[in-house]
């Protein structure tokens, strides 16, 4: 089993700035992509960023210069850097990781979701 605990959500002005974490543990081999998702009620989960275990970044067209992903190999942890956070940015941001476990066996994993508002 593989555990996604993510942190670092809440309310936050227009303009202003968020960092997401997202740690992965449990029964892990390799993780080769990790990323961010974003949803609001009644829409599709739309792509945020990913990143792999090579550092080869993708970002959705909305973020794009405004929002940088990283992540950390030795502790199996992404990071979403937002900044000029605009009221569209609102949603319930969900980790993703693509991650093949010590049973050799690929595997996707989401997190539980963190709330990010974007209100005055």
């Known amino acids: 089993q593989v555990q996604l605990v993510e942190s670092g959500g809440g309310l936050v002005q227009p303009g202003g700035s968020l960092r997401l974490s997202c740690a992965a543990s449990g029964s892990i081999f390799s993780i080769n992509v990790m990323g961010w998702y974003r949803q609001v009620s009644g829409k599709e989960r739309e792509l945020v960023a990913t990143?792999?275990?090579?550092?080869?970044?993708i970002y959705g067209d909305s973020v794009k210069g405004r929002f940088t992903i990283s992540r950390d190999n030795a502790k199996n942890t992404v990071y979403l850097q937002m900044n000029s956070l605009k009221p569209e940015d609102t949603a319930v941001y969900y980790c993703?990781?693509?991650?093949?476990?010590?049973?050799?066996?690929?595997?996707?994993?989401w997190g539980q979701g963190t709330q990010v508002t974007v209100s005055s």
């Open positions: 993703y990781v693509h991650l093949t476990a010590r049973d050799t066996m690929k595997y996707n994993y």
């Open positions: 990143i792999t275990s090579g550092g080869s970044t």
